[in-house]
């Protein structure tokens, strides 16, 4: 089925150690979006991309990287997890003509920092 | 800056009761509005949206949702629940930065009990 695919669906992980999350869509969507959802904070944005080879920062980009190099990934890197990125990361991506509607969200990432 | 408040946090509600789901936003413009549902291991589906015109919103399932402009408010209804609505609510407000991205609301969790 067409869609975004998260992988993996659950991590722990310890303090220091680093990990990618991996988010592939087949929709041939330009714009692709990293969330986390934190409870009692809804979904904030951490890093987004507009296109290959382009990724810009959101709203806590803090602690995290990100890379495309191919359209259909996007890649969400932790260098040094920390306890405070213990949470719930959500992919999507939308086309570049369709509106805010056009929204496509993967099932999620549940990662654990002990 | 843009902002979506859900009031409730948890809201449960009998099978076949009505229901209806608070949500204020901050917007300095026309605001483009959503209330997405989250099922436990799965993405955010949308329910809905306001883009202009009709302020009486029809979605899928059977909710439907009110614009006030002059409440700031879009708050979710469905007439009659079923034991499936069961989820996480949350309600967004699209901002034109960051690539269009959806400003969310802390998210509301639906019980239903029989």
């Known amino acids: 089925n067409a869609g975004v695919t998260q992988t993996p669906k659950f991590r722990v992980l310890k303090t220091g150690q680093s990990m990618t999350l991996l988010c592939a869509q087949d929709?041939?969507?330009?714009?692709m979006y990293w969330y986390r959802q934190d409870p009692g904070m809804g979904l904030r944005l951490i890093h987004y991309s507009v296109g290959e080879g382009t990724t810009a920062k959101g709203e806590v980009p803090d602690g995290y990287n990100v890379s495309r190099l191919k359209k259909q990934n996007f890649l969400l890197g932790l260098e040094s997890a920390a306890p405070s990125q213990t949470s719930v990361y959500f992919c999507?991506?939308?086309?570049?003509?369709?509106?805010?509607?056009?929204?496509?969200f993967g099932s999620g990432t549940r990662l654990t920092v002990v | 800056a843009q902002s979506v408040t859900q009031p409730d946090i948890h809201i449960t509600v009998s099978e076949g009761a009505s229901l209806e789901l608070r949500c204020n936003y901050s917007?300095?413009?026309?605001?483009?509005l959503f209330w997405y549902v989250q099922s436990p291991g799965q993405g955010l589906q949308l329910l809905l949206k306001y883009f202009s015109g009709d302020t009486l919103v029809q979605g899928i399932k059977g909710f439907e949702a009110e614009f006030k402009r002059s409440q700031s408010s879009f708050n979710l209804r469905k007439p009659s629940v079923h034991w499936s609505d069961a989820a996480e609510y949350f309600c967004a407000v699209g901002a034109m930065e960051y690539g269009n991205k959806l400003v969310f609301g802390a998210g509301t969790i639906l019980r239903v009990k029989s």
């Open positions: 929709m041939n969507h330009e714009y």
């Open positions: 999507a991506s939308r086309r570049v003509n369709r509106g805010l509607d056009g929204y496509t």
């Open positions: 917007y300095g413009a026309t605001p483009y």
